[in-house]
């Protein structure tokens, strides 16, 4: 018997010419050109390192490179364009020469980064946080570029989203967001959107579990999720530790999303995100 239409996702997404197979679990490796990650462990300090921790995470199994210049993080400073573009530049400029092949996410919500990453570094997909609320010009600048597109769900801007947490139900609420964004995409003919329902962001600590445990709700949209669990708040928090003692918890909570439906696992530690992707197939394999 077939399964309801709202277990269907996109089985592929589009990459400079590269069908990338979604139906199968992604791990998308996080390195962060910045100086205030919440995670130390994730910041790269110069090219060397950089060079150093793309190899390994290429040789762990990641898929895919997510690099971002911008600290998201809850209170993190705020940086203006220019700084950004001249922390990533040195930065995308290796990466592309060492590994023309590789594929790379920037995590950015400004336009004007978006189109420059691309066109210069032929630079893959976009990862939005803020889903085109924090630059009017993001949708339309996508639909120019072609690429694939992370649609975030967050209230407010990194600075106070966690006061941004009230809602009248929370599922409701993120459907609605992206139901919204969705259609401004479709008109626009964005053909490659991938769902990140943002945990983490504009959700407290109940609110992300409650999130994580209703996420096959998603799939609604038959689009590809992304999920960003590594080492956040909701596992270290809830288990009195702190983000270097969150690689189990990370584990645990990356299982009970692939079971939910997760395409994509945006991940600090590559190694262990593969080996959960690989067991957990091989548990499906007999299903």
């Not at 919440?38 to 921790?53: P, T």
């Not at 966690?162 to 139901?179: E, G, H, K, P, V």
């Not at 270097?244 to 909570?253: Q, S």
């Amino acid at each position: 018997m077939d399964s309801p239409n709202f277990f269907k996702k996109k089985s592929y997404i589009n990459c400079r010419g590269k069908l990338i197979d979604v139906s199968q679990p992604k791990v998308m490796g996080i390195i962060n050109v910045t100086p205030d990650s919440f995670y130390a462990s994730s910041r790269v300090a110069n090219l060397s390192d950089g060079k150093q921790r793309i190899l390994e995470m290429v040789q762990q199994g990641a898929d895919m490179i997510d690099v971002g210049a911008y600290s998201s993080r809850p209170g993190a400073e705020h940086i203006d364009e220019k700084q950004e573009q001249q922390r990533l530049e040195p930065f995308l400029d290796k990466l592309r020469s060492e590994f023309p092949d590789l594929v790379i996410s920037l995590d950015t919500f400004r336009s004007s980064i978006a189109k420059w990453a691309v066109e210069k570094y032929q630079v893959d997909m976009i990862n939005d946080i803020s889903a085109g609320g924090l630059d009017a010009a993001m949708f339309e600048t996508i639909a120019g570029l072609k690429v694939p597109y992370i649609l975030m769900h967050m209230v407010g801007t990194p600075q106070n989203m966690q006061s941004q947490t009230r809602y009248d139900n929370l599922i409701s609420a993120i459907i609605s967001y992206f139901a919204q964004k969705m259609e401004q995409l479709n008109l626009l003919g964005v053909a490659d959107v991938i769902l990140d329902p943002g945990f983490g962001f504009s959700k407290n600590l109940d609110q992300n579990f409650e999130l994580l445990a209703r996420l096959d709700e998603l799939r609604i949209f038959e689009q590809p999720l992304l999920v960003g669990l590594s080492r956040k708040s909701m596992i270290y928090k809830h288990l009195q530790s702190t983000p270097d003692e969150a690689l189990n918890g990370t584990t645990v909570l990356n299982t009970l999303a692939l079971g939910k439906g997760a395409s994509i696992l945006r991940v600090h530690d590559v190694k262990q995100a593969r080996e959960c992707v690989q067991l957990y197939q091989k548990t499906q394999s007999f299903q």
